[in-house]
């Protein structure tokens, strides 16, 4: 049973008024259940992992490892050991640039995004080019915010190196046909990283049937914490790179000339590691597996679509991105009036939305406007959410009128 209480932040006014948070592209509230796994990590067993023998140092290591258990089933994994906690999506896929990427890269070689990524998607790659004096490409969008597959062949070559996507737009909801897309570029035997922050919290995973070779993604995106995120990749992969970082937890032996690398995960998992962002993650997967993605895309469709057609009533809107497939979000210009005010406007009626360019700059570029605002829905709002921001929105237009 989905129940907003199970939320205790969402329980509080803003401005006044009931608060009604739809701005979890950019982060989701927190279940009671994860909130307990953290308090009580913390209050029983709080110690450092892979280090004592003291039995609080084996439950919190068992805690931690028992976390990577469960993120390795929820996508799938081939095994435990090729799931890497990191910091987040942005450093998953820093990772993979410089550890994977970078050191295969040479003068002349290409690496392949589309025009709908992230800038977390964008900067690493343009990082790892300028270093080898590579070129980085783009893939076109079309006026629906969706990839042109034509555009996407017909960029690859044998200069393609590595190719890296979202699996969902943050700034306008896209869906991409990524496992067409992979294999696409395994048909040319190009590594493909996904950038998943966008789609755990609304798509069952499944990395083998995806058959990318890495997979990103964030917990905050996906009801745990922020600090704490994976990096999926190919064991063989994943054996065959340099760490990312040195440090302590991820050695075997170290002398001053040199040091041995322990192996997987913990190669890539220098220094005391987000033990309790870990088990809180493991708790955020339990929580999103008892709703089930089926509940999870019945309420969050039938969200978007209301919402959509609510928007039909509101003169001078334009939605941006209206995908075939999307996922729930909605972005949005007015002819007149600038996305922050419509941002500020609606957080003096307790509605929490995003106003700006959703670090997807090139999206922007693309669609000629400098920012949208961007309403984006989680299992756990409902139609009186809905209600509330197209209220707001007429707000807006009795003020600027
Ligand atoms: N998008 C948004 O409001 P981090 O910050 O590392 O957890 O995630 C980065 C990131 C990468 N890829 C995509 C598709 C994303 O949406 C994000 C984060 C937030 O849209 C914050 S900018």
Same mark, same amino acid.
């Given at each position: 049973m989905i129940n907003k209480s199970q939320f205790p932040i969402l329980n509080q006014t803003i401005n006044g008024k009931p608060l009604v948070y739809l701005d979890n592209a950019a982060t989701t509230q927190k279940p009671q259940l994860v909130i307990d796994a953290i308090c009580n990590y913390y209050q029983t067993i709080n110690a450092n992992v892979h280090r004592g023998v003291h039995q609080l140092s084996e439950q919190a290591t068992q805690a931690y490892e028992g976390a990577r258990h469960k993120v390795a089933k929820f996508i799938h994994a081939?095994?435990? =050991? !090729?799931c890497i906690f990191t910091r987040g999506t942005t450093e998953s896929i820093n990772l993979v640039a410089d550890a994977f990427v970078l050191p295969r890269l040479k003068a002349g070689d290409e690496v392949l995004i589309t025009h709908l990524e992230h800038h977390s998607n964008i900067v690493p790659w343009q990082l790892a080019c300028q270093k080898a004096g590579a070129t980085l490409k783009a893939a076109a969008i079309n006026q629906k915010g969706e990839v042109e597959l034509e555009s996407f062949k017909n960029l690859i070559s044998e200069k393609t190196k590595f190719i890296a996507l979202n699996h969902v737009s943050n700034a306008l909801g896209t869906i991409n046909p990524v496992k067409e897309m992979i294999a696409i570029a395994k048909s040319h035997d190009i590594p493909v990283l996904i950038d998943g922050a966008q789609a755990t919290p609304h798509v069952a995973i499944d990395v083998q049937d995806l058959g990318c070779d890495f997979y990103a993604f964030s917990g905050h995106k996906m009801y745990g914490l922020t600090g704490i995120g994976v990096l999926w990749g190919k064991a063989a992969l994943l054996e065959n790179m340099r760490p990312y970082q040195g440090g #302590?937890? /991820?050695?075997l032996h170290v002398s001053i000339e040199s040091s041995q690398f322990a192996p997987l @995960?913990? =190669?890539? !998992?220098? #220094?005391? @590691?987000n033990i309790a962002g870990s088990i809180g993650l493991g708790a955020a997967i339990d929580s999103l597996l008892q709703v089930g993605y089926e509940t999870i895309n019945k309420i969050e469709n039938e969200l978007l679509n209301y919402a959509t057609e609510c928007f039909?009533? /509101?003169? #001078?809107f334009t939605i941006i991105g209206t995908a075939e497939h999307k996922s729930s979000v909605l972005s949005f210009v007015h002819q007149h009036i600038h996305p922050h005010d419509l941002g500020t406007i609606l957080d003096a009626e307790g509605v929490a939305v995003r106003s700006g360019h959703h670090c997807a700059m090139p999206v922007m570029d693309f669609f000629d406007v400098p920012a949208t605002t961007r309403a984006s829905f989680s299992y756990y709002n409902t139609r009186e959410d809905i209600d509330a921001l197209m209220n707001g929105l007429q707000k807006a237009l009795e003020v600027f009128n």
């Open positions: 081939y095994s435990d =050991k !090729e #302590g937890d /991820l050695i @995960p913990n =190669k890539f !998992e220098a #220094g005391t @590691p039909q009533a /509101l003169p #001078g």
